[in-house]
């Protein structure tokens, strides 16, 4: 059984980078059909697509985020990362990976439980 | 990108059948068959109900269903259950080769 699980720091200092981690077990992150990506949930509020990768490489980000977001992918771990740079109150949120559908940035049938992160002085 | 459309809320009573609407453009929902809906009960995880307008995973009940005409995809809920009461999102793929979600739409069943 697949599992993604999402691990970094839950507070973040304002202008300061966030940098997340998703772990994926009982399953190859090089599985040719899928992408892997990251979205996130502000308390209450709706989901947010942040961006996908390939375990090839290639990248797919929000043009709202596109200036300050990255993700990348470790396949020796098999990890892929996200960081967002110049963080701000507003991205105060839930923070999902999740497998994607194939050959698709949309997101699967596999999703991490989420890590709140906050970002405060 | 803009959001997709959503109602903020629905309801229904048990049995009954809904139907929750996401407007997009030409751009995404109406540009591509490429249209999915997520459950999430408060707390959760997201979870996958159907993907390509009207596909199901394995697993989801045949009580949901997706269409689309035009830049409006659905997602009809029949024979309406308390456990459905819960939060529905839809995304669709972008000219852009990105995703987009919509709002969200609470569903109350009475």
């Known amino acids: 059984q697949l599992q993604l699980q999402e691990s970094g720091p839950g507070l973040v200092k304002p202008s300061e980078t966030l940098s997340l981690t998703c772990t994926v077990s009982?399953?190859?992150?090089?599985?040719?059909?899928?992408?892997w990506g990251w979205i996130r949930q502000p308390p209450g509020k709706g989901l947010e697509w942040i961006g996908t990768?390939?375990?090839?490489?290639?990248?797919y980000y929000n043009p709202s985020l596109k200036s300050r977001v990255s993700i990348s992918v470790d396949m020796s771990k098999n990890q892929f990362s996200l960081r967002l740079t110049s963080v701000i109150a507003a991205d105060t949120a839930v923070y999902y990976c999740?497998?994607?559908?194939?050959?698709?940035?949309?997101?699967?049938?596999?999703w991490g439980q989420g890590t709140l992160v906050t970002v405060s002085s | 990108q803009s959001a997709l459309t959503q109602p903020a809320s629905v309801s229904g009573s048990p049995g009954q059948s809904i139907t929750i609407s996401c407007t997009g453009t030409?751009?995404?929902?109406?540009?591509?068959?490429?249209v999915s809906w997520y459950q999430q009960h408060p707390g959760k995880a997201p979870q996958l109900l159907i993907y390509?307008?009207?596909k199901r995973p394995s697993g989801v009940s045949n009580r949901f269903s997706g269409s689309k005409s035009g830049n409006t995809a659905s997602l009809t809920i029949s024979g309406l259950q308390a456990e459905d009461e819960s939060n529905y999102f839809c995304?669709?793929?972008?000219?852009?080769?990105?995703?987009?979600f919509g709002g969200g739409t609470k569903l109350t069943v009475l």
């Open positions: 999740a497998r994607s559908q194939p050959y698709s940035t949309l997101p699967g049938d596999y």
């Open positions: 030409s751009s995404d929902v109406g540009g591509y068959n490429y």
């Open positions: 390509d307008v009207n």
């Open positions: 009982g399953g190859s992150i090089s599985n040719i059909p899928y992408y």
């Open positions: 990768i390939y375990y090839s490489g290639s990248t």
């Open positions: 995304s669709s793929y972008t000219t852009s080769s990105t995703c987009v």
